[in-house]
């Protein structure tokens, strides 16, 4: 059975930092690259982050220099740093097994997702 976990969202007012987490179980993690991707209410899915199993890291333009992804193969747990949030930033956030592409066809298994919310 495959389960990915995501957590660490919530209420933030702009400027501020939050930190998601993603468990993943069921698959070989260390052997996968893992991804970040959002969908604000009403929009369309957006991809945010990607890390391979290699450790090298891509990101979306919009995201660079703000966001910062990682992960710990020893707890089997991908990370999203995000940093200077802005309303903008209001999603439902998403771990994803694969690395590219803002469809969910590009990737095998996904989470529940977890509520960021950006707002004064």
């Known amino acids: 059975e495959v389960q990915m976990v995501e957590s660490g969202g919530g209420l933030v007012q702009p400027g501020r930092s939050l930190k998601l987490s993603c468990a993943v179980s069921?698959?070989?993690?260390?052997?996968?690259?893992m991804s970040w991707l959002r969908q604000a209410p009403g929009k369309g899915t957006e991809w945010v982050s990607s890390?391979?199993?290699?450790?090298?890291?891509y990101y979306a333009r919009s995201m660079k220099g703000r966001f910062t992804i990682s992960r710990d193969n020893a707890k089997n747990t991908v990370y999203l740093q995000m940093n200077s949030l802005k309303p903008e930033d209001t999603a439902v956030y998403y771990c994803?097994?694969?690395?590219?592409?803002?469809?969910?066809?590009?990737?095998?298994?996904w989470g529940q997702g977890t509520q960021v919310t950006v707002s004064s």
């Open positions: 069921g698959f070989t993690f260390r052997s996968l690259g």
């Open positions: 890390i391979g199993a290699d450790y090298a890291t």
């Open positions: 994803a097994v694969g690395i590219g592409g803002d469809s969910w066809s590009s990737y095998d298994y």
